[in-house]
């Protein structure tokens, strides 16, 4: 009976130091910026982009963000705005061209149990998931900007790494008829087609 009790005993006491490590993580959310303009060089985000950006800050209410990253550029900016209002931090600002150096500002400022969140550009997003640990990421389409890779880091440097999905879609553009000029033969109704379907519409009323 006794080797039976101290596994179930080593088996508790391995499950709640597992436990403790999951709750002792931090976690960095990656995103390229929202939707853009065609501005060159320094777009802003388009109506499109400023609504996801709001997604986004939904999306990271509950993620405790201490920590918001932006590069120099406007878009980004103005992605990362509404979660650093939301969550009460002033975004830092490091040059997109500087991983590294922003790389070592994140590691720096780690703390278990909160998170960061980092804005940066389609050419970025995979270089700072991988320097801080992560796999090789997917490189992102052009037009893709709902990606958000979720880093977890433990206290003993491993990571695990998330892909999720944030934001609205972009609605086709609704086609509306031509506005003809009723009675003149050349509306719907008038026309041949709108003629036919009235006329079966006819014959088949009782």
């Keep these: 009976m006794r080797p039976r009790i101290y596994r179930r005993l ?15 993580q931090s976690t960095v959310f990656i995103v390229r910026h929202a939707d853009r303009g065609p501005e ?3 777009a802003h985000l388009t109506a499109l982009g400023l609504r996801r950006a709001d997604e986004l800050a939904r ?13 120099e550029f ?11 209002k939301l969550a009460k931090v002033d975004p830092v600002v490091v040059r997109q061209d500087d991983v590294d150096g922003l790389v070592v500002k994140i590691r720096a400022v780690l703390r278990e149990g909160e998170s960061t969140l980092v804005v940066g550009h389609r050419s970025t997003v995979p270089k700072i998931a991988r320097a801080l640990g992560g796999s090789e990421i997917k ?15 433990f206290p003993d440097g491993r990571t695990s790494v998330v892909t999720l999905r944030y934001g609205l879609k972009p609605q086709p553009p609704i086609v509306t008829p031509p506005a003809w ?14 003629r ?6 006819r014959r088949r009323s009782p």
């Design 196 to 201: 036919d379907v009235e006329g079966l519409t």
């Design 139 to 153: 490189p992102l389409a052009s037009d893709e900007f709902s990606r958000v890779i979720v880093l977890t880091i």
């Design 181 to 194: 000029r009723h009675g003149c033969g050349r509306c719907w109704r008038h026309s041949a087609h709108g």
């Design 10 to 24: 080593l088996l508790i006491l391995g499950l709640t130091a597992g436990l403790t490590r999951l709750t002792a």
């Design 74 to 84: 406007t878009r980004t900016r103005q992605t990362a705005a509404p979660t650093a």
């Design 40 to 42: 060159e060089p320094d």
């Design 59 to 71: 999306l990271l209410a509950d993620a405790n963000i201490r920590q918001v990253y932006t590069t």
